[in-house]
């Protein structure tokens, strides 16, 4: 388990430390050392966000009383109290600063958290900046469908995956059962999770058992768990209702006006995401979530064996009627989430930020207002074993291979004047040959010259055993280093795209949390970077979970 603690170095906002009231634990770095891959035609100065968010435009009356509505049904059912941030949602001028994810198992990647962390910091700034109340809202991606990729989630030592049933049904995940996740769920637990959070996710999960309920509902808990204080509303959208409000949108792709139309012609067909013919997926209980393509001959549409012809009724009122059944694709889903939610602002990640940016011209003609984006916060954990090696947040992400030279290259240079020293005089050596030869005879340049690569070469393979050699006399400090780089990157991934949240935060967590929320007046994407230090070092944490 880690155990971390860090000073807070705070860029362009120095008074914003000693406005806090707790001890600081993080280190704050610009945008410009962010470890990752920036969104594609950013960088420089740039401060994380598409544009500045507008706060003046009003949230349409019904769409806002709509969504309102299904919160309280959804909150009820899973007999959950509403957060605080409720009574601020029922002002006629509130706002929502809007974050979505999949229903990651058991929260996943470190960066589902720096997500809704961003959204709720975020949020809070405005709120103030502004006067008006802004809620930070989560939006459940419930409906995708590829459970592989959300099945799995890391411990200390390794990967627990869970198998759902029925998997071979390309079923919306949120509506996975929750059969055999138990086991698993059991295993990750024991896996490094502290004692506290073990008992309050395994607490949760009984409840949703016994509530009947599928992933979706045991996700809700554990946000509301683990951010439900902090203001953080869940919105499933896959409500009958909420989707009848997206109609409109499900009409178009089927008449042929919509995603597709809007971007056709454009740079934007060539972006990250595939621009479907049609992006809506049919969903049903025996084939679960099929993507909707245009029939061979005729111009109809179809749904793996379902067919689809233009009802006589027109596709508006047959959208309506059948809009449960419609999940938007990848490119309609920010469409219907706008047309709900009008948002203040919306965090994303570095791949969510590219597909968004494929969409302005169909926001444009579906009458939508392309909400300002803000890039997600990031978060990275140094362990003490990769301090040992020096690394810091400028040197990235080191794949195996890479990061074992640069070890190896610290060692080598420890050595020190005496290593450089030999290969001079193995260099000067070469040359007198050279030079000997040449007076001797000029038939000898070119064995002279063989010899000298020769010499290379051996060099060469010395340096390899050299370098095996030090790995041996320093095996300790070798096996730390090791940690270290597995500390960070495992499969080529870094650290935020493996490393579970609660694993990696342990009993900390509220202390980290706290901190993170507290930076509230410089609103630009940052990176957090926390250090491990020995655990007498830490003070005490007495803040408690979020309870049901």
Aim: charged content about 20%; aromatic content about 10%.
């Amino acid at each position: 388990m880690l155990h971390i603690l860090n000073e807070l170095r705070v860029l362009k906002a120095s008074a914003q430390a000693q406005e806090s009231s707790s001890p600081p634990f993080w280190r704050r770095f610009s945008r410009s050392a962010w470890p990752n891959e920036l969104p594609q035609g950013v960088g420089g100065d740039w401060d994380g966000w598409s544009s500045v968010p507008d706060l003046q435009q009003d949230w349409d009356a019904k769409h806002k009383e709509s969504v309102m509505l299904a919160l309280q049904a959804q909150y009820t059912r899973a007999g959950l109290k509403m957060p605080d941030s409720w009574q601020s949602l029922q002002c006629h001028n509130c706002r929502v600063v809007t974050v979505g994810h999949q229903l990651v198992l058991a929260g996943g990647p470190a960066f589902f958290h720096h997500k809704i962390l961003t959204a709720i910091r975020v949020a809070r700034g405005l709120s103030k900046t502004s006067g008006q109340p802004i809620v930070p809202l989560f939006w459940m991606a419930s409906e995708d469908h590829d459970w592989k990729e959300i099945s799995s989630v890391h411990g200390v030592n390794q990967a627990h995956s869970w198998t759902p049933r029925h998997s071979h049904i390309a079923r919306p995940v949120g509506q996975l059962s929750l059969d055999g996740l138990g086991e698993v769920l059991q295993e990750w637990m024991a896996d490094g999770l502290s004692d506290q959070i073990a008992t309050d996710m395994w607490t949760d999960f009984e409840a949703s058992v016994a509530a009947g309920e599928c992933l979706s509902g045991l996700m809700r808990r554990w946000l509301h768990r683990w951010y439900g204080s902090d203001g953080l509303l869940v919105l499933d959208p896959q409500d009958e209702d909420l989707k009848t409000l997206g109609a409109s949108l499900w009409a178009k792709e089927f008449e042929g006006r919509g995603v597709h139309d809007a971007l056709h012609g454009s740079a934007a067909m060539d972006g990250p995401a595939l621009v479907r013919e049609n992006n809506i997926f049919w969903m049903d209980e025996e084939r679960g979530r099929v993507g909707v393509v245009r029939e061979k001959h005729g111009d109809g549409w179809k749904a793996g064996e379902v067919g689809f012809e233009t009802p006589e009724e027109g596709w508006l009122s047959w959208a309506e009627k059948h809009a449960r059944s419609c999940s938007p694709g990848v490119l309609l889903r920010p469409l219907y989430q706008e047309l709900l939610l009008q948002s203040a602002a919306v965090v994303v990640g570095p791949g969510e930020w590219n597909y968004w940016m494929q969409l302005p011209q169909a926001f444009s003609k579906h009458g939508l207002s392309l909400p300002a984006l803000r890039l997600r916060d990031h978060g990275v954990v140094v362990s003490q074993e990769a301090q040992r090696t020096g690394w810091t947040l400028s040197k990235g992400w080191l794949p195996n291979e890479v990061w074992d030279r640069w070890v190896l290259d610290q060692w080598v240079a420890q050595l020190g004047d005496d290593l450089v020293h030999h290969k001079c005089a193995l260099d000067k050596w070469n040359q007198d040959i050279q030079a000997w030869s040449r007076e001797v005879s000029p038939g000898l340049q070119g064995p002279a010259g063989a010899l000298e690569a020769a010499t290379a070469k051996a060099w060469g393979q010395w340096m390899v055993k050299l370098r095996k050699s030090l790995k041996g006399t320093r095996a300790k400090e070798w096996s730390s280093a090791r940690k270290g780089c597995e500390s960070l990157v495992r499969s080529g991934l870094p650290q935020d795209r493996w490393a579970n949240w609660n694993i990696l935060a342990g009993d900390r967590v509220n202390l980290w949390k706290a901190q993170w929320l507290s930076e509230t007046k410089d609103l630009h994407a940052v990176v957090w970077v926390l250090e491990e230090i020995e655990e007498s070092k830490f003070p005490q944490n007495t803040t408690s979970s979020t309870s049901n």
